[in-house]
């Protein structure tokens, strides 16, 4: 929020009490809008949080990434339908937001769609380090991911990326390269 955003919410805050025969549909849009804001204050701590540890390579809550993307993957309408608004956004905007909520599925559709439509305008504010998502915690965590139909497009993203971004695929833990390569391409289940 820039300094004059502040400003013009601090002058609304000072002058409601000066407000004369405002009709109730104002009100009522007012009280909604607010809320929707009071919502996305609180998405957006959350996303702060999370990118705060990004930016100072602090250990990351890696275990969210499988919780959501195995709820998100799920053969139900809804989760069709989050999936594959995610699916539309950037690889690092995908696992920013599978990392930093969670639980995408449990989000009221509202915030969802707000997140969706505006996280990867956030994750590139962020000025994240360049590698950041082929940090060893987040490959081990999508090495892991349910290998589904839906899911194979963006794990064969991922991978793609990690390439691109010249990464050795070695880890901090010796695992062999060439082991953590299969697990992280896997087969995938298309039964699901």
């Known amino acids: 929020m820039s300094l004059e955003d502040h400003q013009i919410f601090y002058e609304i805050c000072e002058n409601i009490s000066e407000l004369r025969d405002v009709p109730d549909s104002l009100f009522e849009e007012w009280q909604r809008k607010i809320s929707d804001h009071l919502a996305q204050v609180g998405i957006l701590r959350k996303l702060d949080a999370v990118s705060k540890l990004i930016r100072e390579g602090s250990a990351l809550p890696v275990r969210r990434i499988n919780f959501n993307i195995k709820q998100l993957s799920e ?4 989760c069709k339908v989050r999936w594959l608004a995610l699916e539309k956004l950037d690889c690092p905007s995908i696992i920013f937001c ?7 599925m449990s989000l009221p559709l509202g ?7 505006y996280v990867q305008g956030y994750v590139k504010e962020q000025n994240f380090p360049p590698d950041w998502i082929a940090r060893d915690q987040i490959r081990k965590a999508l090495a892991n991911t349910p290998r589904r139909h839906s899911t194979q497009s963006f794990l064969q993203r991922y991978h793609a990326l990690e390439i691109e971004m010249g990464q050795d695929f070695t880890s901090d833990s010796g695992d062999e390269p060439e082991a953590k390569r ?5 087969n ?3 039964t699901h």
């Open 75 to 78: 053969d139900n309408e809804e």
């Open 98 to 104: 599978t990392l930093s909520l969670s639980g995408l």
């Open 111 to 117: 915030q969802f769609d707000w997140l969706a439509q």
């Open 182 to 186: 299969r697990r992280t391409e896997g």
């Open 188 to 190: 995938f289940d298309t």
